[in-house]
């Protein structure tokens, strides 16, 4: 997905659907460092992906945030 894409479909999201979206990219990730821990899968690039998706998503709900303040 290019990521205007993501971004659109992101901020078309509720807070509680990205509360749930950060909630599954965090299990992502921690589920991906263990398994590049016992060398299971080269996932650095899926990595990547999963922390920008994540970065993205925290920041949206820190706008959202901000403006309702």
Known sequence: MKRREELDRLREMTDDQLREEAVRLKESL???????????????????????????VLTILKERQKRAA
């Open 30 to 56: 921690f589920r991906l460092r263990f398994k590049l821990s016992l060398g299971e899968i080269d996932a650095v690039k899926r990595i990547r992906q999963e922390k920008k998706a994540l970065a993205r």
